[in-house]
């Protein structure tokens, strides 16, 4: 005789549900890694172009020219801005070189390394490791110029016209116009 009182699951049941969560979860995992890139590579060209404008804004500003620096080399990349010349992204803290813009009495930093954006790379067009982008005090003109950064997810483009408009347009990712 059956005892009707004693409801639950069998083993059977229970072990079919973990085999379909684990099939889903194995589906899932791809995709985060997808959206992981793209958030990785969007967040690079943002903070990117919003540094060029900031750059641009100073220049407009402080009625001084400014100089955004790009380094890259082999596996690590960096960019920075200050009004002089002399800028060098890899620079520490302490050294003459380092970007660096007077705000009244604060000393400010600028500059960003590749680590904060992991697998994502770094390139700008023509040849060197070195590029600069002049901003003038007059009207906020720029040197052209454009970068590529480049990870699993697609290609951004970030171009900087002669009246100093930075854009970003895209090779491949949907959510930017296209170049």
């Keep these: 005789m059956e005892d009707a009182r004693h409801s639950g699951f069998t083993l059977i049941e229970l072990l079919v549900t973990l085999a379909l969560a684990a099939v889903l979860a194995g589906l899932a995992v791809p995709a985060m890694g997808r959206f992981v890139d793209n958030a990785r590579l969007r967040s ?3 903070a990117l172009a919003q540094q060029l404008q ?11 020219a400014v100089y955004f620096s790009l380094s890259v080399s ?3 990349w960096c960019y920075g801005w ?4 002399d800028c060098d992204c890899n620079a520490t803290a302490s050294a003459t070189a380092v970007c660096r813009t007077q ?8 500059r960003q390394l590749s680590t904060a954006f992991p697998a994502v790379q770094l390139n700008t067009k023509g040849s060197g490791t070195l590029r600069s982008v002049r901003f003038s005090p007059i009207r906020g003109t720029a040197s052209a110029d454009s970068f590529s950064l480049r990870n699993a997810a697609g290609e951004l483009r970030i171009i900087v016209s002669p009246l100093g408009r930075i854009r970003i347009c895209s090779i491949d990712n949907p959510g930017y116009p296209s170049c």
């Design 103 to 110: 705000d009244g009495n604060q000393n400010l930093i600028h």
């Design 44 to 46: 690079a060209g943002e």
């Design 54 to 64: 900031f750059a641009r804004n100073h220049a407009l500003s402080y009625q001084q």
């Design 74 to 76: 082999p596996g690590q």
């Design 82 to 85: 200050s009004d002089s010349e």
